[in-house]
């Protein structure tokens, strides 16, 4: 078990929120969606024009209960302050960064990449951003439906939604996005192989 000090998870969720800022400028700048609470907000502010940032800190408030009693308080208040963190970076990181060009299956690949990392380095100092992945292992604490089913439910349902806001070919760059986050998740999350020195 990793021990980190009060510095190390400062640092690493300046890091992880400001990697997952930059994944979500990319996204949005190719008019790409995602899994999970920021797609549903991704497809919530293409749909209303309503900004993401706004929507994404709303949209995670009903689960802070749920990550209390699930994860405790030290979790609830980091991730708390990470969907804050990040939240606000999106707001402005746009005024920071112009792409000039930005080829979408490059962009995808690339949004995948970073965000997979900005969450390892989350959830390596306890902390997320929030929402389904809460959810989801509330669920399978109280019903015994396994996690990983919930999560790819409510992507299915979220990709359905997407290809009658955008064309297929955008929801086929956007999950191959998806696939690279969950990759990066699935091939360094790996508890036998951190260790903290």
């Known amino acids: 078990m990793a021990v980190h000090t009060k510095l190390d998870?400062?640092?690493a969720l300046v890091y992880g929120t400001t990697l997952a800022a930059f994944g979500i400028t990319i996204l949005t700048h190719l008019g790409l969606v995602t899994g999970q609470t920021?797609?549903?907000a991704v497809l919530i502010s293409y749909a209303t024009g309503w900004g993401f940032a706004p929507v994404f800190f709303t949209i995670n408030l009903p689960f802070y209960w749920l990550g209390y009693r699930r994860m405790g308080?030290?979790?609830t208040v980091k991730t708390f302050l990470s969907v804050a963190a990040m939240s606000a970076l999106v707001q402005v990181m746009p005024a920071w960064i112009d792409f000039a060009h930005l080829d979408p299956a490059f962009g995808a690949v690339?949004?995948?990449m970073v965000s997979g990392s900005a969450l390892l380095a989350l959830f390596?100092?306890?902390a997320s951003l929030g929402g389904i992945g809460i959810l989801a292992l509330y669920l399978q604490e109280k019903t015994g439906f396994r996690a990983g089913w919930t999560q790819l439910v409510f992507d299915a349902?979220?990709?359905?939604?997407a290809l009658?806001?955008?064309d297929w070919q955008t929801v086929a760059w956007s999950f191959?996005?998806?696939l690279v986050v969950n990759l990066v998740i699935a091939i360094n999350h790996r508890r036998d192989r951190y260790i903290a020195t």
């Open 157 to 161: 349902a979220l990709f359905a939604v």
């Open 176 to 178: 191959l996005g998806a």
């Open 164 to 166: 009658a806001l955008r």
């Open 9 to 11: 998870d400062a640092q």
């Open 124 to 126: 390596r100092h306890g």
């Open 110 to 112: 690339l949004f995948g």
């Open 73 to 75: 308080l030290a979790f």
């Open 38 to 40: 920021a797609g549903l």
